[in-house]
C-alpha cells in the first residue's frame, strides 16, 4: 500500500497536478464570474451558458482539492512546531541564557573576522553548556562523528544564527578583539 503511495506521490509531483488543477480552478472563476461584456470579446457567452453546469461541478472539484492541500500545509506547517522551536530559543536567549553560555557561544561561534555567527564549532564534548544550549534549540550536533578524541561539531540552530547576526547588526552584540562582549538582547 505504501509503495502505491509513493508512486501516485511521484506522479503528482511529475504531472504538477497541483498547478494544473489551480490552473483549471482559476479559468473556472474566470469564466463563470467574470461579466459578459469580456467573454464577448472571447466568444464564449453562449459556450458558458451551454456548459454552466459542467463548469461549476468543476470549480467545485478544484476548489475542494486547493482547499485540502491548502488545509494540509498548515496542519504540517503547525504540526513540524518550527515556530514553537523560534519561541523557546528566543525566550532562552533573551531571558534565560547564562552568562558563561554566553561566552561559551561566543567563543565557539563568533568569527571576530566577519564579525558574525558562523554555523558551526568544534566543542569539547565534556562541555557542560552543551545539554543545556541544545535542549533550548539553539545548537544541534552535527555529526556522530568526533574531530579527535573529545572535540565534536556542534551547529547553530539556523533561524537562532539568523537572529543572532540580526543582533550584532543591530548593535546588540557587539564583540570586542580582547575577548569582551555586550550582550542585550
Known amino acids: ?3 502505491a503511495l509513493d508512486i501516485i506521490a511521484t506522479l503528482v509531483d511529475k504531472l504538477k ?3 494544473v488543477i489551480t490552473a483549471i480552478l482559476i479559468a473556472c472563476m474566470v469564466i463563470l464570474f467574470v461579466p459578459d461584456k469580456f467573454l464577448e470579446i472571447l466568444g464564449l457567452v453562449d459556450w458558458r451558458n451551454i456548459h454552466r ?3 461549476g461541478g468543476t470549480l467545485l ?3 475542494i482539492l486547493c482547499l485540502i492541500w491548502i488545509i494540509t500545509w498548515v ?3 503547525i504540526r513540524s512546531g518550527n515556530g514553537a522551536a523560534k519561541r523557546v530559543s528566543r525566550a532562552y536567549l533573551k531571558k ?5 553560555e554566553k561566552e561559551f557561544l561566543i567563543s565557539h561561534y563568533f568569527n571576530l573576522d566577519t564579525n558574525e555567527f558562523d554555523s558551526c564549532g568544534r566543542v569539547d564534548m565534556t562541555s557542560g553548556y552543551l545539554a ?6 539553539i545548537i544541534y550536533q552535527a555529526t556522530k562523528v568526533g574531530h579527535g578524541v573529545g572535540h ?6 539556523p533561524d537562532v544564527r539568523v537572529y543572532l547576526n540580526k543582533a550584532v547588526k543591530r548593535g546588540k552584540i557587539v564583540v570586542s578583539r580582547d575577548g569582551q562582549y555586550k550582550w542585550n538582547l
Not at 534565560?96 to 558563561?100: A, E, G, P, R, V
Not at 565534536?152 to 540552530?157: D, M, P, S, T, V
Open 132 to 137: 543545556p544550549l541544545a535542549q533550548a534549540m
Open 61 to 63: 472539484v478544484c476548489g
Open 53 to 55: 453546469t459542467e463548469i
Open 17 to 19: 497536478v497541483k498547478e
Open 96 to 100: 534565560l541564557i547564562s552568562n558563561d
Open 75 to 77: 496542519f504540517n506547517a
Open 152 to 157: 565534536w561539531a556542534f551547529n547553530l540552530q
Open 1 to 3: 500500500m505504501d509503495k
